[in-house]
């Protein structure tokens, strides 16, 4: 049987030319007043994709998840759903149901109640009612809470209970609106797990908010980083992590250390980024930049090693500096390297072998180095 | 040295007595109104409910009094009696009043529901900064005087008087129409007079709801009307209760809007309790029809009571 990993690895409709969205945004616009939540924004997602949109706070997010689900009209642009227009239609003749942000549990109605309340809406037999529930209770692993009422529950299991009533109506799509912001660390990380299970099992398409770059690289197949309402970059978990598209994707998920220059010495894809200090770094992967122009080397923490001497090798980047801070994690250690034009370099070592005494304390003289293809070139 | 003997837990101790005691004299505070404006008039009515009617100041024997000592006094308590209970059986009028009260507070209640509903909706959901503007104009009423207010229905709904006038004007009849002193009046006076106290609670529960409780049932398909009856009218049903009782219950003992609006055909227990009293001079009588009034009251009030206890323990 292959492992999840592995079917995961070969579902990539978006590269596949002749696959159609499933869901798709086409310059769609949300004004509320002068205010513009979302800007002529584009997106297409796939059927059975798992996707994340990760933002800060405010950045229209829930705005764009309300209006797929119909409760927000586009001031401009369209929403198609399997290639129909969903203007006007209501939210409840949508095929996509929606687990709220704040679960919006119905709090007059016990667990079973709030579950079974979409499927008595279809006019579904009774029997039918009873068995959907059932199954549903098993799968959120509350069955003997199912006469309990929300207020009598804990976070996590009215959590379970809004994602049950979610899903009992089988929708085409689920939307999630910060599903896991309710919930504590360690069961935020368990139920990360159980969302991505559910989806495959069920073969739904997921769409989830969250302003938890972990979680949604944990979760889902793609990310669209939004920023100001617009969409910022989509893309893989990986990709987004190792080839942002901007300064801003970059520095938003996770860390990165930027060195900003002109660019010079092209020959092919490789040249150098000169540094207003006048010191080049030599990169490899300039596909599309120009000569003379302003360009930023991004490059990862972990990828930049530091030493107490200048490295041999002669084909890294090699920069010297002063240990200036040191955080040490138990499993990783993080220096902050401080240049002499007083740049702080972050760095990050695996610490795979035990604590030794040859180890870098503060205001040590230290190099960092890195290979010209340990980071990427960007220009926005 | 002990904990027990350090003067910090002495103080402690200390303050914690000092806090019961207030928290004690707390709870003191209702009980004691209960006690002096409730309980007490409540048996001295009882009392001359159980006596004779007299030509003396005051119009009722026995009065009590302490001029014949302990024995004159239970003497004077042999005398009390339920003869006043049973005269209210005897007379079809009393059953009329009450029965023909409750009938005019409940429908009246009912139409102050369906007037007070959607008010007191459109409130809650106003922007915010019209809120308290909208709550003011529905309180404004009760700036000027009740009995004043009734009166100037009384201007409006004669048969010479606006409303006729308007009607006729817009030539939608061509006889005024006699609402003035029928039940008409005192169903338009009661609805008027009490709309606030059915519209003050309805907005606080409505107010309080969350919102996306209603997208929530229309994303699982509810549509918006539905979505009302099953979620926003379900859970504001302590506050429908609570003005329904709020409305109810002073209506059943309305005595101002059936005397100005009602003319001489309209029973209700109120206007028997004022002849009795100021017509007839038999107070006993009277207090006899106010006990049982009590009584009747009794039952919507523990109600509301339980209610009130069940949503509290329901809510949260
Ligand atoms: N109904 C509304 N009226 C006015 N402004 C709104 C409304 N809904 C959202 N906004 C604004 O739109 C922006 C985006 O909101 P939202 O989509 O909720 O952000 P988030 O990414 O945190 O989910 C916010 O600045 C918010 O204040
Ligand atoms: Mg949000």
Redesign the pocket.
Same mark, same amino acid.
């Given at each position: 049987m292959p492992s999840l990993g592995s079917i995961r690895r070969s579902f990539a409709p978006w590269n596949d030319a002749a696959a159609k969205p499933y869901i798709a945004f086409e310059n769609v616009t949300k004004k509320? %007043?002068d205010?513009t939540?979302v800007d002529k924004l584009s997106l297409a997602i796939y059927e059975r994709e798992f996707f994340a949109l990760l933002?800060a =706070? %405010?950045?229209?997010? =829930?705005?764009?998840l309300r209006m797929l689900a119909g409760f927000e009209e586009p001031s401009a642009g369209r929403i198609l759903l399997d290639g129909q227009d969903l203007a006007g239609i209501p939210p409840y003749r949508r095929p996509v149901n929606m687990m709220f942000q704040s679960y919006a549990l119905f709090p007059h109605m016990t667990v079973e109640q709030n579950i079974a309340f979409g499927l008595k809406q279809d006019r579904m037999p009774k029997a039918e009612i009873a068995e959907r529930v059932a199954s549903m209770l098993k799968l959120v692993r509350l069955g003997e809470f199912a006469r309990r009422k929300p207020h009598q529950l804990s976070g996590g299991q009215r959590q379970r209970v809004a994602l049950a009533r979610s899903l009992a109506k089988r929708p085409k799509v689920l939307l999630l609106d910060e599903p896991l912001g309710a919930l504590d660390k360690k069961l935020r990380e368990e139920t990360q797990f159980e969302l991505m299970d559910l989806q495959h099992e069920l073969g739904l398409t997921f769409i989830v908010?969250t302003h938890d770059q972990e979680e949604a690289m944990t979760m889902a197949d793609r990310i669209a980083i939004m920023d100001k309402g617009e969409v910022m970059q989509v893309a893989t978990p990986a990709d987004i992590y190792e080839a942002p598209a901007t300064r801003f994707v970059a520095d938003f998920v996770g860390t990165v250390n930027l060195f900003e220059g002109k660019v010079a010495d092209m020959s092919g894809d490789a040249g150098r980024i000169l540094g207003a200090d006048g010191f080049g770094l030599r990169v490899d992967n300039l596909a599309g930049a120009k000569n003379g122009a302003r360009a930023w080397f991004a490059v990862r923490p972990e990828k930049i090693a530091i030493s107490a001497v200048k490295p041999a090798d002669e084909g890294l980047n090699a920069i010297e500096g002063e240990v200036w801070d040191i955080a040490y994690l138990g499993d990783m250690t993080i220096y902050h390297v401080r240049l002499e034009d007083g740049r702080i370099v972050r760095t990050s070592s695996v610490n795979s072998r035990r604590a030794s005494d040859e180890q870098l304390t503060w205001h040590d003289r230290a190099w960092i180095s890195f290979r010209p293809d340990a980071g990427i070139v960007l220009t926005r | 040295m002990t904990p027990a003997s350090s003067p910090t837990s002495e103080n402690r101790a200390l303050r914690r007595l000092s806090s019961l005691v207030a928290g004690r004299l707390v709870i003191a505070i209702p009980y004691a109104w209960l006690l002096v404006l409730f309980l007490v008039p409540f048996f001295i009515v009882f009392k001359i409910s159980l006596s004779e009617t007299a030509i003396a100041m005051p119009p009722y024997s026995p009065a009590f009094s302490f001029i014949h000592g302990i024995a004159g006094l239970w003497a004077e308590v042999k005398k009390l009696g339920f003869d006043n209970y049973v005269w209210l059986t005897q007379d079809n009028l009393y059953l009329f009043s009450y029965l023909s009260s409750v009938k005019i507070a409940a429908i009246s209640t009912l139409l102050t529901l369906v007037f007070g509903y959607p008010i007191a909706y459109g409130i809650a959901r106003a922007p915010s900064t019209l809120r308290a503007t909208l709550l003011m104009m529905v309180i404004l009423p009760f700036w000027t005087s009740f009995l004043i207010r009734v009166y100037a229905w009384i201007g409006i709904l004669k048969p010479e008087g606006l409303l006729n006038q308007l009607l006729l004007w817009l030539h939608v009849i061509h006889e005024p129409l006699i609402i003035l002193n029928t039940s008409k009046a005192v169903y338009i006076g009661i609805v008027y007079s009490y709309l606030p106290f059915m519209v003050l609670p309805l907005y606080s529960t409505l107010e309080k709801m969350d919102h996306t409780l209603i997208e929530a049932a229309e994303d699982l398909g509810c549509t918006p009307v539905s979505a009302f009856w099953k979620i926003t009218f379900r859970l504001s049903l302590p506050g429908i209760v609570a003005g329904c009782l709020l409305v109810f219950i002073p209506a059943v003992g309305e005595f101002v809007i059936p005397d100005l609006l009602g003319g001489s055909h309209t029973l209700m227990i109120g206007k028997t309790l004022w002849n009795e009293f100021f017509e007839n001079r038999d107070w006993p009588v009277a207090s006899a029809v106010a006990i049982i009034l009590l009584l009747i009251l009794v039952v919507p009030i523990v109600y509301f009571q339980q209610a009130q206890a069940r949503a509290e323990e329901a809510g949260r």
């Open positions: 509320f %007043g205010f939540a933002g =706070s %405010g950045c229209g997010k =829930s705005t764009l908010v | -």
